[in-house]
């Protein structure tokens, strides 16, 4: 019974595509049905859909992420670039290292974060996520996009520990960008604000003079905001006055900062390294005057001499050789 039906079931089957590929009697009805069928379609098709959008959400993140972080690391940049010419700017105005100028734009710099701070509230230290293996060393200045913020003190395999400037055992010397006056700005203990040391009751200092690291030190390098004057007490029956400035650098705020790799060679090696050069260029330009006098004290080669009087015995020319005697 059951093989009967198959079988009529079959033959059914074969009548209804032979009479909708033949005859248009069902297109009617295959409409209907397909208006029918519209929600099945729809709903088989969910999971697709819903697959494919899921992954374009999630690429379409990732890439928004990914470009979010390179822009922010080259807004950084950008922001060091900026530091460098308003000093820059001063320089070019009081012919100071002009020559130099692009050299001091372009130090070699790598991009670090954040990850720690030190929870003792009397040491100014942080964590960030650089270590040797990136090439970071002992002393390296370390600054966000708006200036120094200090230097690394601890290296690590893949971190580093850096001093701010505002700890109480942190100083480096600095020069006023208006009028290149130097002096030393030291921690305090607090993060809103500098002190400059043994500053001269006739230094010309004001407020709103933007300091800059001098490069003295052989430490950091020259020409990078550090702070900005906003206040000066004189008078103060003091030998010096009193001078605070606060940081341009963002201390408690910024997560993304540069180090910078102007010279990794400590003192004693960039000392070294100056008197070998100073000694090459001195046995070069020793070398070079030896051989000028060398050449000066050969003799020239002997020109007839002109009869100058009766006591000069002149010597008898000798002929001079016939052209076709030449071989």
């Not at 928004?64 to 940049?77: D, F, G, I, Y």
């Not at 200036?147 to 690394?152: A, E, S, T």
Request: proline share 8%; net charge negative; charged share 20%.
């Amino acid at each position: 019974m059951l093989g009967v039906r198959l079988l009529v079931l079959s033959v059914l089957c074969v009548v209804l595509m032979v009479v909708d590929a033949r005859f248009e009697t069902l297109k009617p009805l295959r409409s209907q049905m397909g208006l029918v069928l519209t929600p099945f379609y729809w709903l088989a098709d969910l999971p697709v859909r819903t697959w494919q959008r899921a992954t374009e959400q999630i690429s379409s993140s990732t890439s928004l992420v990914a470009e979010n972080e390179k822009l922010k690391a080259e807004a950084l940049l950008m922001q060091r670039r900026l530091q460098k010419l308003a000093m820059l700017t001063e320089q070019n105005v009081r012919l100071r290292e002009l020559l130099n100028s692009a050299a001091l734009v372009d130090d070699k710099v790598i991009v670090s974060e954040l990850i720690g701070l030190d929870p003792n509230p009397f040491t100014h230290r942080i964590l960030i996520d650089k270590g040797e293996r990136d090439g970071v060393f002992l002393g390296q200045p370390v600054l966000d996009a708006s200036g120094l913020m200090g230097q690394v003190v601890e290296v690590m395999p893949y971190a580093a520990r850096v001093l701010l400037l505002t700890d109480v055992t942190h100083s480096i010397p600095v020069q006023v960008n208006r009028n290149g006056l130097r002096a030393i700005a030291v921690g305090t203990g607090s993060p809103d604000y500098l002190e400059l040391r043994h500053v001269a009751e006739t230094a010309d200092i004001k407020e709103g003079d933007l300091l800059v690291s001098s490069g003295l030190g052989q430490r950091f390098p020259s020409g990078y905001p550090v702070a900005q004057v906003t206040e000066v007490v004189r008078g103060s029956g003091q030998p010096f006055l009193i001078v605070r400035a606060i940081p341009t650098a963002m201390l408690n705020r910024s997560r993304y900062l540069l180090l910078v790799f102007s010279d990794a060679r400590t003192p004693e090696e960039r000392a070294t390294a100056a008197a070998q050069a100073q000694e090459s260029a001195d046995r070069k330009a020793e070398e070079a005057t030896a051989g000028d006098s060398a050449v000066s004290e050969q003799p020239a080669p002997a020109a007839p001499a002109a009869p100058t009087g009766a006591d000069t015995p002149s010597p008898s020319p000798s002929p001079a050789p016939a052209p076709e005697e030449r071989p």
